[in-house]
């Protein structure tokens, strides 16, 4: 590969890990200076899981997510996003993600 393409494709990995970042973001996760745009891509992945299993039984996103400057106060605490911990590893929140993502699955509606 050419210079030129390889600082062509390291932009197109920076703009595009920019944006999912972003879109992380928007759903109250941080991403720390350390993650690599491979971690990005599977954290919002693992996110996008947990979301559709959360609609799957019925929950509403615009209800169940916080506003970016509040609390969240959903229909049921069990479709709220997990917060990823300031010390947490993308790892390690994503294992974490899955559980809750298997718990969503899983969950029997509110009487």
Known sequence: MTQERTNEWNSD?????QELTSRLRARGI?????????DVIELLEAVEAFEEAVEAQGG???VDEPPTSGNAQPDDRD??????AADESVKQY?????????AVREHRPLS
């Open 94 to 102: 994503i294992k974490r993600l899955g559980a809750a993502t298997v």
């Open 60 to 62: 509403d996103l615009m």
């Open 30 to 38: 941080e991403i720390e200076v350390g993650d690599s745009p491979d």
């Open 79 to 84: 479709f709220l996003l997990p917060a990823r």
């Open 13 to 17: 990995v920076a703009r595009v890990s």
